[in-house]
């Protein structure tokens, strides 16, 4: 379960006036929810998604995970709990070392890293299996470096590190995003069925109208730094595509949305 | 012959620089300047200790502790405070410039008539050396044989090391910081970690330098950093493409050979005063050279 509350994070712009890239956005997913989250550059999306992960500070409010409050928390302590595959496959994965190595970088996820050997063969083994189980041959390549990867099988891995152990929360921030459309597919079926499979509490940035309308259980839309349209139950699963632009015209007819930011938001997800 | 060993034996045993320059500048892509002035700190608490007496092999480790401690203020320097990998370096080794003098007293101390690790080393494997057929240069060929035992076991050590779960991690928190800190690594504490294991090298470097030429002197480490650059890139030209055994190893290799590289040119009458700005141009056309060379994109590659 994760719990965000009047959570804000205010930067001064050079020479002018302090902006509310998260204004006071309050939010509970419960458990084994998958929530989609969309919004146009600059909406504050990926600054309320980098507040979760602890690339970024809050200036207010809360964050907790699973009960606990994360707020003061660093980055890497927020691992215990938080699971993230990146926008980039080169942030998320180590191109130097091999597949198993990145695996096992994972599979040390909130231990402690000792002086044990970091590829035993129960590792191997479990690591060959479930990469067998989501993309089918990518079990041959353990021991290539990750780098020789295609994006979409890297990010086939990183989906498969970041769920090694089960997380409290899974953050995905646009993770298809630099793929082309054949390998985003893949990635969103790997992802989908990761999420089913693992019953996993989930939150998805995406700039596609199709992930958008067809993946997770509640759709929020970030807009100046709120949250302008919070979709779920039966309403999530009846979306469309057409009905979201509706949607997006109400809003803008409500002058909740202005013009120019109802325009991008088609132009990007319809 | 005697020559050729001696060669030998320096190439080896600045290899532990190169072995370091590697851990630094390979593994956490960190140009490490502290080199210059951890080589000179191995070499003078090596020396000092030496001249007080103290047994050759703590005296040796002791010069190696030393540069890891120059190394982890570094690391802090740039983990904890911010500050720039080159300023970090450049101001760590400014810094040790006094204190190498300082624990030195004066420039240069001689190490004649203090027993060395080499002459321990010597001791033990002399009667191999004579047994396997060399006579009139069985001492250097001793010396040679100890500190190739010795980077064979550093070698050794640094695979294992970096094969482990701890190392994995520092492996992975130097070649992409994001993911460590994704998968809960402190990408701080393993960089000062790692620049203290560079530099644990790299002074071992300087202690065993001291040893083999028999005085240590304030101003021997400098262009240290250049030189362990060279060897690593000449070392990763020699064999390619390899994994991180094949990598250490090379690098040891590509030590001796820009050793012997640097005695031939010697020897065919280059002036010494040109020496580091041969291996500047050295490492400048390694680190040019892949533009001219790859008309293969590599990163587009990755897709």
Redesign the interface.
Known sequence: MLEVSAATVAFTAPGGPIVRAVDGVSFTVPAGAFVVVIGTNGSGKSTLLGSI?GTVRLDSGTIRVAGQDITRW????R??YVG?V?QD?????????TVL??I???A????H???????RRTLRAEASSRLAAIAPGLEMRLDQPI?SL??GQ?QIVSLV??TWHRPDVLLLDEHTAAL?PAAADRVVQATARLVRDQKLTALMVTHSLKQAAGLGDRLLLVHRGRIALDIDGAAKRRLSADALAGRFDRLRRADQLDDAAARTLRDNYI | MITLLTTWTFGVTLGFVALGVFVSYRLFAFPDITTDGSFTLGAVVTTVLLVAGHHPLPATLAGAAAGAMAGSCTGMLHALLGIEPLLAGILMTTALASVNLVILGRSNVPLSGVPTVLDRAEAVILPLTQALGFTDSATEAARLLAVLAAAMLAVLILYLFFRTSLGTAMRAGGDTPTMARALGRNTSLLTVAGLAIANALVALSGALVAQVQGFADVQMGIGMVVWGMASVYLGAALVGPVRLGGALLATVAGSITFRLLVAAALRAGLDPDWLKLATAVVVLAALVAPRFLSHRPQASAAR
Request: proline residues 2%; glycine residues 14%.
């Open positions: 992960a660093r980055e890497n302590q691992a215990r993230r990146f496959p080169r942030a998320g994965t180590a191109a130097s070392l190595e990145n096992a970088v994972a040390a996820r909130g231990r890293a000792g002086l044990g050997w970091a590829t780098g295609s994006g890297r590190m970041a082309d």
